[in-house]
């Protein structure tokens, strides 16, 4: 035995090579090397070090392409004559050197610690290129298989790999087709959802990895190129032998699940699931080829998710509610997407339940909001009672089911309600905070008096720890944050107890504390670099960048950043502008290139409103400024379309048969009355209860909504009148769908029963009338008639004697399908089948007959001539055929109208012009009907003009009505402001003024105008009246002599209002006080009296003095100045 001088392994005498490092081994036989092993492996002692043959020194033979040379490339007794051995080179090992000696003289080699077995794929050493690397593994792969005994098969070996590699060359090379990928769909993919991608072009059952531009390899979920995934071994010899032998072998291992095996084809598909923490925007693909070094890229953008609707809890339960009681139980709303959430709530008409607040905004990271909702038992009786509160939003609808059992009055006591029943942070990043909130309510008659109680934990904290809520009051709302900034790596839970004098409960909390992403890169020092605080973004606008809730305020979502250094940075909020703001959380920790949000609530106050937002750091601080600017009053309906199948019931047993659907209408963005009105269009005999009315704010208005029955398919709109913009809320119904049983009589029947009832999701009355083909003289009795939601009807079938066998059809056809019982045919027999086409369903489509064997598809058209008729259908002269406002906005109507003798008509309106608003904007029109559609035309500065465009859809045919205005008269006042001291007069108890109003120069035509002023008991005369071109009026103006203060007298047109200042300076008032007196029995009483001008006078004061009740009481001096 001997062993290898380098690491010390074992190995045969007639070895030449080291079987564990690929070194070349000292000598061939016993006499040349001591084989006495070593103390310990790897270590030469000087007993056993081997005498090293040499002759003439050998120049260094360096490796081509690497720069490296061997460590002893010198020609040993025994060897080959031109026969080296490699030195391959392990990572961290020094590199040797044969030195020149005289013969018979040896080397004392370095001692050198045990190396572990070199695997095939050598683990990335960030300090050595992949060349040599690779050529490392690929020699030292050579030198151990030439280490063992089949020396024979080296020459057919190497022989064997040399054609390999000119093979894989040759397929490298012969694959002329550049990779390329593609995305399947589309290339905007919201975070969370799924990127379809398709390759093609690369090697032939090979392999590719995917990665982003970060380096991140990727997982496919699924992937279609080659049923099993590679591995080294599973891929085949020959692949492998390839790869290997043309020195390819990467630290990406086929043996990886994100290794991806490209099918014979050179193709592949791939679904990649789209992370949440890649960021939003754009972002590139990689897919880069483990054989050679082709790839392909590919761009994607990862938008934000839609905004999504999320309640807590699923259903609310008051339990047992004496008769005569009004009880609150609060929801959470959330918005769980990246996109803005709009919701509006209500109770489906339910008068014993109300939501106390109705509507709102969420913009993404927003914390929840809390919708109290309250049933009032006044009016019930013992029992029990079920509802839904509905939320609608642009991310889904949510019913929420409402339970509770009225019972007579009993004991009077508090309850305790919280809501949820636990909580769970998540995941945090060690050093963050997160706040969540809790609701709690009393359901109780008395007085609830609370105290939440966080025990020893260290990591909860709450914004309030006790209070008390009255019986029917609002629930009160809670900020609980949780705090990892002292919390080690793990899982942390924790019972909040709730203690009140309505009970007892406790509520479970959960967190996870994770370690943040690094920040350094290994071997990277700390520079002294100060951190920064960054905050994002620069400034809010409350309308639009803010979530809101109406009478409860504003929370604004702002993300903090330690954007630069590399130390963390303590960091606090506070506020100025506006009283009451708080921060959640208001203080916190940021770790190095972190970013967290910070939820800012702002209480609700009237718009225009400004306040800052301060977020301080240890070197900076950032105010960001907040505003609300004024905006146009808004109308709000809940739901926000009408679905006849789903949000309306259908009434069958009242005189007037028909819909009645249940509306929430809310005013938003005024904290004024507003006047409303409904109307609607497309279906005649919709009915509104109440059809008008004044909306206060934050409470909202209950509509009845009944739609006369009609034949669907139909649609409509609801048009509600009082905001700036109208609001339009369409409704449709679906044709119902009409069923039969049995399906057929397989067995044949002379009286036949078949049972026709319209469908579980049908609404509406159902026509229907039957059918029969096949045989001669089957009668149905009855033959047709109606059906309404619910009812059933049994129809009798008659059949004929005839010879068997024989076939026969029997179609019942309704409103929105056609239904056959039976439908067999025999070789050359037809079948008649009756399809009823609704005269309003002119539109192409096709019919579909299915056999065992095929499918038939028969095709229908139907052309329509236009029909559409607009009155006026010529120019719209604004001002005289529309009403105008001071803000420039017109008010305009035509008359849609449709051909008696033509089948229902589609339409749509539209304009080029911005800021034109129809209401309705499209509709359909029943056969000699007419519609009314009312044209808002916003900010247009007279003279103008506009295109209307009112199109026939079924026909694409459009009609043009154009609109013009003049510029309207503006009034003028002769006087721009008034003084009382000076330009009126005084009498009957105040100050008489005038002014004279007239048209201002260039104005044409009649403009009526009125006066009003913000001062009280000011009267006006004339108070309005009409001025037409050249024409003057003085208008008389009286102010009580007790509203002396200063304020505007304010002259309305049409075009605009002109405003007179008004001042007033009060009369200077004198101040007097009595001081002490003295008493003589010679002169009588001596008092000394103080009199002072009052420090509001502007003028100076003369004074002088009286006395009564007493005679010669004389003053000195007896006035002045």
Request: glycine share 10%; aromatic share 6%; with cysteine.
């Given at each position: 035995m001997q062993y290898c001088r380098f690491c010390g392994t074992e190995a045969l005498n007639e070895a030449r090579f080291c079987g564990y490092c690929g070194r070349a081994l000292t000598g061939t036989t016993k006499d040349s090397v001591d084989t006495t092993g070593p103390t310990q492996p790897g270590i030469m002692t000087p007993h056993n070090i081997p005498i090293i043959l040499s002759n003439q020194p050998q120049p260094d033979a360096t490796h081509t392409g690497t720069g490296q040379k061997d460590g002893d490339a010198t020609i040993r007794p025994g060897q080959?004559?031109?026969?080296?051995?490699?030195?391959?080179?392990?990572?961290?090992?020094?590199?040797?050197?044969?030195?020149?000696?005289?013969?018979?003289?040896?080397?004392?080699?370095?001692?050198?610690?045990p190396v572990p077995p070199m695997p095939l794929h050598e683990p990335h050493q960030p300090h050595r290129s992949a060349s040599r690397q690779l050529d490392s593994q690929v020699h030292g792969f050579a030198a151990r298989l030439m280490a063992r005994k089949t020396t024979k098969w080296i020459l057919p070996l190497i022989a064997v790999i040399i054609v390999l590699v000119i093979s894989g060359i040759s397929v490298v090379l012969g694959n002329s087709n550049a990779p390329a990928i593609s995305v399947s769909g589309s290339s905007t993919v919201p975070s969370g959802e799924i990127l379809h991608i398709h390759g093609t072009g690369f090697l032939p059952d090979g392999s590719i990895v995917l990665k982003l531009e970060n380096g991140l390899a990727l997982s496919p979920l699924t992937t279609t190129g080659r049923a099993e995934r590679g591995t080294d071994r599973e891929a085949g010899s020959a692949n492998g032998s390839l790869m290997l032998a043309a020195g390819q072998v990467t630290q990406q291992h086929l043996a990886s699940n994100k290794a991806l095996v490209v099918s014979g084809a050179g193709t592949f598909d791939a679904d990649i699931a789209v992370s949440d923490?890649?960021?939003?925007?754009?972002?590139?693909?990689?897919?880069?080829?483990?054989?050679?070094?082709?790839?392909?890229?590919?761009?994607?953008?990862?938008?934000?998710?839609?905004?999504?609707?999320?309640?807590?809890?699923?259903?609310?339960?008051?339990?047992?509610?004496?008769?005569?009681?009004?009880?609150?139980?609060?929801?959470?709303?959330?918005?769980?997407?990246?996109?803005?959430?709009?919701?509006?709530?209500?109770?489906?008409?339910?008068?014993?339940?109300?939501?106390?607040?109705?509507a709102g905004t969420i913009q993404p990271g927003s914390l929840q909001q809390t919708i109290d909702v309250a049933v009032d038992t006044t009016h019930l009786k013992v029992g029990n009672y079920q509802a839904a509160v509905r939320i609608s939003s642009n991310g889904g609808e949510v019913q929420v089911g409402v339970k509770l059992t009225v019972i007579?009055?009993?004991?009077?006591?508090?309850?305790?309600?919280?809501?949820?029943?636990?909580?769970?942070?998540?995941?945090?990043?060690?050093?963050?905070?997160?706040?969540?909130?809790?609701?709690?309510?009393?359901?109780?008659?008395?007085?609830?008096?609370?105290?939440?109680?966080?025990?020893?934990?260290?990591?909860?904290?709450?914004?309030?720890?006790?209070?008390?809520?009255?019986?029917?009051?609002?629930?009160?709302?809670?900020?609980?944050?949780?705090?990892?900034?002292?919390?080690a790596l793990g899982n942390y839970s924790t019972t909040l107890q709730f203690n009140s004098n309505g009970g007892n409960d406790k509520q479970g909390t959960t967190l996870v504390v994770i370690s943040p992403p690094p920040h350094q890169q290994p071997g990277q020092t700390l520079t002294n670099v100060p951190s920064r605080l960054s905050v994002s973004p620069a400034s809010f606008d409350g309308n639009t960048g803010c979530s809101y809730v109406q009478g409860t305020g504003w929370f604004c979502v702002a993300m903090l950043i330690n954007s630069k250094g590399e130390r963390s940075l303590n960091w606090s909020a506070s506020s100025s502008g506006i009283p009451g703001i708080t921060f959640y959380p208001a203080m916190g920790t940021l770790l190095p290139r972190q970013t967290v949000p910070v939820n800012a609530f702002i209480p609700d106050t009237p718009c225009p409103a400004r306040a800052s937002l301060i977020f301080t750091g240890p070197s900076n601080n950032f105010q960001v400024p907040w505003n609300c600017p004024p905006v146009g009053t808004k109308l709000i309906m809940s739901p926000s379309s009408f679905s006849a199948n789903t949000d309306c019931t259908f009434s069958?047993?009242?005189?007037?048969?028909?819909?009645?659907?249940?509306?929430?209408?809310?005013?938003?963005?005024?904290?004024?009355?507003?006047?409303?009105?409904?109307?609607s269009s497309g279906i005649p005999g919709i009915t509104f209860y109440p059809a008008k009315g004044s909306l206060s704010p934050g409470y909202p208005q209950v509509i009845t909504i009944f739609v006369a029955n009609t034949t669907c398919p139909a649609s409509a709109t609801f048009t509600f009148l009082g905001a700036k913009q109208p609001l339009n809320v369409p409704w449709n119904c679906a044709s119902p769908k009409l069923t039969a049983g049995p399906a057929n009589f397989n067995n044949g029947c002379l009286s036949c029963t078949v049972t026709l009832a319209p469908s579980l999701a049908s609404q509406g009355i159902l026509s229907w009338n039957a059918s029969a083909s096949g045989i001669p003289g089957i009668t149905f009795s009855p033959s047709?008639?109606?059906?309404?939601?619910?009812?059933?009807?049994?129809?009798?079938?008659?059949?004929?004697?005839?010879?068997?066998?024989?076939?026969?059809?029997?179609?019942?056809?309704?409103?929105?399908?056609?239904?056959?019982?039976?439908?067999?045919?025999?070789?050359?027999?037809?079948?008649?089948?009756?399809i009823l086409i609704p005269k309003s369903d002119c539109r192409g489509g096709s019919f579909i007959f299915k056999g065992p064997g095929n499918t038939v598809p028969v095709s229908w058209s139907c052309t329509?001539?236009?029909?559409?008729?607009?009155?006026?259908?010529?120019?719209?002269?604004?001002?005289?055929?529309?009403?105008?406002?001071?803000?420039?906005?017109?008010?305009?109507?035509?008359?849609?109208?449709?051909?008696?003798?033509?089948?229902?008509?589609?339409?749509?309106?539209?304009?080029?012009?911005?800021?034109?608003?129809?209401?309705?904007?499209?509709?359909?029109?029943?056969?000699?009907?007419?519609?009314?559609?009312?044209?808002?035309?916003?900010?247009?500065?007279?003279?103008?003009?506009?295109d209307l465009v009112f199109t026939e859809l079924d026909t694409n045919s459009t009609n043009h009505v154009p609109w013009s205005c003049k510029a309207s008269p503006t009034l003028t006042s002769s006087s721009s402001s008034l003084s009382a001291n000076s330009d009126c007069s005084t009498g009957n108890g105040g100050w008489n003024c005038t002014t004279t109003l007239a048209l201002a120069p260039g104005s044409t035509g009649a403009l009526n105008w009125s006066a009003s002023s913000g001062l009280s008991g000011v009267i006006f005369n004339p108070s309005s009246c009409t001025l037409s071109t050249g024409q003057s009026v003085q208008v008389g103006i009286f102010v009580p002599g007790g509203d002396c203060q200063n304020g505007t007298f304010s002259f309305t047109g049409p075009a605009n209002t002109t405003d007179v200042s008004w001042g007033c300076i009060p009369p200077p008032t004198l101040e007097a006080s009595l001081g002490n007196c003295s008493y003589s029995a010679s002169l009588g009483w001596s008092c000394l009296a103080t009199v002072g001008s009052s420090q509001n006078n502007t003028n100076t004061v003369n004074w002088n003095t009286s006395g009564s009740g007493i005679n010669v009481i004389t003053f000195s001096p007896p006035g002045g100045q």
């Open positions: 080959v004559q031109g026969e080296k051995a490699q030195n391959i080179q392990q990572s961290g090992e020094h590199q040797y050197r044969s030195q020149s000696a005289q013969p018979f003289s040896y080397h004392a080699p370095q001692q050198l610690p923490t890649w960021g939003l925007g754009s972002h590139t693909l990689h897919a880069t080829e483990n054989l050679g070094s082709r790839s392909a890229e590919l761009g994607f953008t990862i938008a934000p998710k839609q905004a999504t609707l999320v309640v807590n809890p699923s259903a609310l339960d008051f339990g047992k509610v004496a008769t005569g009681r009004k009880v609150l139980l609060s929801l959470l709303v959330g918005n769980s997407g990246e996109r803005k959430l709009t919701w509006v709530a209500d109770t489906k008409g339910t008068v014993w339940l109300t939501t106390q607040t109705h007579l009055p009993g004991q009077q006591q508090a309850k305790l309600n919280i809501n949820p029943g636990s909580l769970n942070f998540g995941r945090l990043v060690t050093g963050t905070r997160k706040t969540l909130q809790v609701a709690l309510s009393n359901l109780g008659t008395q007085k609830l008096s609370w105290k939440a109680l966080a025990g020893n934990t260290n990591w909860l904290t709450l914004n309030t720890n006790s209070g008390t809520i009255q019986p029917g009051g609002l629930p009160q709302t809670i900020y609980i944050t949780a705090d990892a900034s002292r919390l069958s047993f009242t005189p007037a048969q028909g819909w009645i659907c249940s509306a929430t209408l809310t005013s938003m963005g005024t904290q004024r009355n507003v006047n409303w009105s409904a109307s047709y008639g109606k059906l309404f939601p619910g009812q059933l009807v049994q129809v009798t079938i008659s059949v004929p004697n005839t010879n068997c066998p024989a076939s026969a059809a029997f179609t019942f056809t309704g409103p929105g399908n056609f239904t056959q019982t039976s439908g067999t045919l025999s070789p050359g027999q037809p079948a008649h089948v009756n329509k001539s236009p029909g559409l008729s607009i009155n006026p259908d010529s120019n719209i002269n604004a001002n005289t055929n529309c009403m105008s406002t001071q803000e420039q906005v017109w008010n305009c109507s035509v008359t849609l109208g449709n051909d008696p003798t033509v089948t229902d008509l589609n339409w749509s309106a539209s304009s080029s012009t911005p800021g034109v608003f129809f209401s309705p904007s499209s509709g359909s029109l029943a056969p000699g009907t007419v519609e009314q559609v009312n044209i808002t035309l916003s900010n247009m500065n007279c003279p103008a003009s506009a």
